[in-house]
């Protein structure tokens, strides 16, 4: 069975730093194309980082430069680093897997990233 277990959202200041964190387990990692997603209310869920098995990186315009996303295939985890975060940063952040080549889709739970002023 699939899963993602996303850990690392929480409150934190204009222009302060949060890392988030997503595990995956029952799928080979390393055959996995794994991502971020944010979705605030009222909105539909927009890509924000995607890593592919290869290490290539692709970002929303609105975050490249301060978020970097990154994987660790020996601890089946990815990573969002978001540095110098914005008032249109909040939002619920889900990880999102896609497994190569079958192309099936997961997605977590969902961590809650508010930005104060």
């Known amino acids: 069975q699939v899963r993602l277990l996303e850990s690392g959202g929480g409150l934190v200041q204009a222009g302060g730093s949060l890392r988030l964190s997503c595990t995956l387990s029952?799928?080979?990692?390393?055959?996995?194309?794994m991502g971020w997603y944010r979705q605030v209310p009222g909105k539909e869920r927009e890509m924000v980082a995607i890593?592919?098995?290869?290490?290539?990186?692709n970002y929303a315009d609105s975050v490249k430069g301060r978020f970097t996303i990154s994987r660790d295939n020996r601890e089946n985890t990815v990573y969002l680093q978001m540095n110098n975060l914005k008032h249109e940063d909040p939002g619920v952040y889900y990880c999102y897997r896609q497994s190569i080549p079958e192309r099936h889709e997961y997605w977590g739970q969902g961590t809650q990233v508010t930005v104060s002023s």
């Open positions: 890593i592919n098995t290869g290490n290539n990186e």
């Open positions: 029952g799928s080979r990692f390393r055959l996995n194309r």
